[in-house]
């Protein structure tokens, strides 16, 4: 058995990619996108009839309005694909600029819903990501009460995984890998596995969610080595790319739980709960949280607008297929 199949018996596994062929390889269970992973895909072509599609759907748009509607199809465009092939659910993403914006937020998710709604996708199948700001996390709960299941993105401190389970969303997913890189920039040095501060992070917010009784799920996501995923075996899901996914296929093992709900409610982990003023402190307290958080909706953003500046620049093609 390998180390893949094995995890698969204890955690849900998600494709952390937009490939659709590397889904089709490794059988996830879910999948999720961000602006990053589109404008790479995009890019490549064998998925330009997507593309082509996206922009003939954004000419109904009016002129001002056109590249933001490509956005939005090509997202969604990318998802419905997606759900061709993995039976559970996609991650589709809020713009970064909307990050600091909770009505905004809100009406955007609201769009992006109603483009799967008008393909005929169950709303049980979409997860629409949002950045974890405390405006985010607002707009997260008032969707969750409309029925918009939310996942929250660039999560780094415990104060915004302890506000989103007390918002009520429906998962979230803390960075393992952003999280150790900047401890090992601060300490010069690689750290090791049994000290990984990314994955006692993640073990921390999955002991307390446990202990607590929230049903926010917890998504490991934004590894760097196979030892922070299979140290994380147990946790609700863990979104992977495929890199690492072939890792996992291709070594031999079995993986055991690490992280149990027996154990979690054994933790000295004490209740909390936080309104505006005591996140913003409690999250400014963690200097790690605060600059991958900003440095996280900077590069989104960035991508995001190189993604419109392909747009811009495209037509579609004689032979695409609408």
């Known amino acids: 058995m390998s180390l893949l199949d094995s995890l698969k018996r204890i955690t849900t596994v998600v ?20 602006p990053s992973l589109l404008l790479k895909v995009s890019q490549q072509p064998q998925y330009r009839p997507i593309v082509d599609r996206a922009m003939k759907a954004a000419e109904a748009a009016p002129a001002a309005k056109r590249i933001e509607s490509f956005m939005d199809h090509l997202a969604v465009g990318f998802g419905l694909e997606i759900l061709k092939i993995v039976p559970g659910r996609v991650s589709t993403e809020v713009d970064a600029r909307l990050s600091f914006d909770t009505d905004a937020s809100m009406a955007k998710a609201r769009e992006l819903i109603g483009l799967y709604d008008q393909a005929g996708i169950s709303r049980e199948r979409i997860l629409i990501k949002v950045g974890t700001t405390w405006e985010g996390i607002r707009a997260a709960a008032q969707l969750e009460r409309e029925g918009i299941h939310c996942n929250m993105t ?6 915004q995984a302890v506000a989103c389970a007390e918002a009520g969303v429906t998962l979230i997913s803390p960075f393992v890998g952003r999280i150790y890189d900047y401890y090992k920039k601060e300490r010069g040095a690689e750290i090791p596995p049994a000290d990984d501060p990314g994955v006692q992070s993640v073990t921390r917010i999955y002991n307390y969610y446990k202990k607590y009784g929230y049903k926010t799920q917890i998504m490991g996501a934004s590894f760097r080595r196979v030892e922070q995923i299979t ?7 863990l979104t992977i790319s495929p890199d690492l996914l072939e890792s996992l296929q291709k070594t031999d093992g079995e993986v055991t739980a690490k992280l149990t709900i027996d154990a979690a409610r054994a933790s000295s982990e004490e209740k909390i709960s936080l309104d505006e003023k005591s996140f913003r402190w409690l999250h400014n307290l963690d200097a790690m949280a605060v600059d991958k958080l900003g440095d996280g909706i900077r590069r989104f953003y960035d991508d995001g607008r190189k993604l419109e500046q392909f747009a811009a620049k495209l037509t579609v093609s004689d032979t695409a297929k609408v």
């Open 15 to 34: 494709a952390d990619t937009g490939d659709l062929e590397s889904m089709r390889q490794y059988q996830p269970q879910d999948a999720t996108t961000n």
């Open 154 to 159: 660039l999560l780094f401190s415990f104060a």
């Open 231 to 237: 140290d994380l075996a147990g946790c609700d899901l």
